[in-house]
C-alpha cells in the first residue's frame, strides 16, 4: 500500500530553499500557500537538518496531490539556522516577513527559543519536531507546540536506567553548556539524586571541541562504569573514540540527538554498547507503515525526526483544515482542543503546547552501526 493510498495522496510539491545568504525565493502563485521548515541544513548537526527536509518535502508532496489545504496548494521554503541562536532569530524574522503562517522547526532547543519570539511577535505558529528544552513551552507563548518530548522527561528515563543497572558504580554526567545538552544533563543528575544516586564526576565542555583527552583522563583516574553526555552526537562520538582510545571500556549513554545513522559513521565498530534515550521508533509503529515505504522507495530511510517533521504537517494541514482559517489563535485553539492522527498516532496536547502522552524508552548501537530498543 502506498501512501497515496494511505492518505489519500500521491507525490509532488515544489520546493524553495530560503538561507540568510540565498537570494529571495522564486515568487510562488498566487494560489500558494507558503509555509516553512526550519533547522540545521549545514554545519555540524546538518544530518537532523536532512531528517526534518525530507519529511517536510514528502509530506507536502503528499498533502497537494491530495488536493492541498482550503483549494490552494502548499509551497515549501527551507531555512537553514545551523543551530545558530542568532540566525535562527534572522530566519525566524525572514519567513514571518514572508507572510508564511506556519513553520515545522526548529532543531536545536537554542535555535528554537529566540526564533519563537520572533514567530510570536509576528502570529506564525511553531512546531518544533525536535526541540526538548521544556523552556520552549514554559514561557506562556501561544504560538508554540512540539511534538517531542522534554528533557525532564527523557532525562528521568535516563536516570531509572541507570539507577537500575549502575547501582553502586561509579557514574560521571558531562554536558556540552548549550540549552539542549546542559539542561538534559541537569535533567538527568536532578532525577538521578532524586533517587538517591550520586554522580561522581559532573562537567562541561565546549560544543566544538575536539580534544577530550583531559576529561577522559579524569573518567579513568575515577573509574567511571558509565559517563552520562548531555551533547550532539559530533562530540558526543569524539568523546567515545578518545576513551577507546585511553582503553576505557566505560558505557557512554547520551539522549535523542544520538538517533543519527552519522553517530556509527564517526565511530565505526566503536559504536556497540553505546546507549541512548528516544521515543518508540516510529518507523515501526502501523500509522507510518504506508510513508515509510514510500521513503524507501527513494532510499531514504526517515530515522530520527524524519516522521515528526512529517506529522507536524499532518497536523498543521488537518488543523486548518478543520480551522477554515490558516490564522495561528485559530488554528492552535483547534489543535489543542482536539486529538490528531498522524504517522505517529494520535496526538493531543496540553495548554502549553506539550503532548498530552509521551514516553522515552532505551535504545542500544551495535558494532555494525544499528540501534535496537532495549526489551526493559
Known amino acids: 500500500m502506498t501512501s497515496a493510498k494511505f492518505l489519500g495522496l500521491a507525490l509532488g510539491a515544489s520546493l524553495t530553499t530560503l538561507t540568510l545568504t540565498v537570494a529571495a525565493p522564486l515568487a510562488a502563485n498566487a494560489q500558494d500557500i507558503k509555509i516553512a521548515v526550519a533547522g540545521p541544513m549545514t554545519g555540524g ?87 526538548t528544552n521544556p523552556l520552549f513551552t514554559e514561557r506562556k507563548l501561544k504560538n508554540v507546540l512540539r511534538i517531542c518530548g522534554r528533557d525532564d522527561q527523557q532525562g528521568v528515563i535516563a536516570a531509572q536506567y541507570i539507577t537500575k543497572n549502575f547501582k553502586g558504580k561509579n557514574v ?22 532524586a533517587a538517591g544516586f550520586q554522580e561522581k564526576m559532573f562537567e562541561s565542555y565546549n560544543k566544538g571541541d575536539k580534544d577530550f583527552n583531559s576529561i577522559v583522563s579524569r573518567l579513568k583516574r575515577d573509574n567511571i562504569d558509565l559517563v552520562y553526555i548531555g551533547g550532539y552526537h559530533q562530540e ?28 556509527a559513521s564517526i565511530v565505526g565498530p566503536l559504536a556497540e554498547g553505546t546507549l541512548f534515550t528516544f521515543g518508540p521508533d516510529p518507523r515501526e509503529k502501523p500509522t507510518a507503515k504506508a510513508v515509510v515505504e514510500e521513503f524507501k522507495k527513494k532510499n531514504i530511510d526517515p530515522e530520527g525526526y524524519t516522521l515528526y ?13 478543520k480551522a477554515g482559517s490558516t490564522d495561528t489563535q485559530k488554528v492552535i485553539t483547534t489543535i489543542k482542543g482536539g486529538e490528531w492522527d498522524t504517522v505517529l498516532g494520535k496526538l493531543s496536547f496540553d495548554d502549553k503546547g506539550d503532548l498530552k502522552i ?3 524508552v532505551v535504545y542500544k548501537w551495535d558494532a555494525k552501526g544499528n540501534y535496537a530498543q532495549l526489551e526493559e
Open 45 to 131: 548537526e546538518s544530518a537532523f537538518g536532512m531528517q526534518m527536509k525530507n519529511g517536510a518535502e514528502q509530506a507536502v508532496a503528499d498533502i497537494n496531490a491530495a488536493g492541498g489545504v482550503l483549494g490552494k496548494k502548499l509551497k515549501l521554503e527551507v531555512g537553514d539556522d545551523a543551530c545558530d541562536p542568532k540566525q535562527a532569530r534572522s530566519i525566524a524574522e525572514k519567513l514571518s516577513g514572508d507572510g508564511i503562517p506556519f513553520v515545522a522547526g526548529h532543531f536545536c532547543s537554542s535555535s528554537s527559543i529566540p526564533a519563537s519570539e520572533a514567530y510570536a511577535e509576528n502570529n506564525v505558529l511553531q512546531i518544533t519536531p525536535a526541540s
Open 358 to 360: 509521551i514516553d522515552y
Open 172 to 193: 560521571a554526567i558531562l554536558n556540552d553548556k548549550t540549552t539542549y545538552g546542559k539542561g538534559l544533563a541537569d535533567e538527568t543528575k536532578k532525577a538521578l539524586n
Open 236 to 263: 558526543t562520538g569524539l568523546i567515545l573514540r578518545q576513551m577507546r582510545d585511553q582503553g576505557l571500556k566505560t558505557v557512554l549513554m547520551a539522549g535523542d540527538s544520538m538517533n543519527s545513522k552519522e553517530f
Open 309 to 321: 517533521t512529517y506529522a507536524a504537517m499532518q497536523l498543521w494541514t488537518d488543523a486548518v483544515k
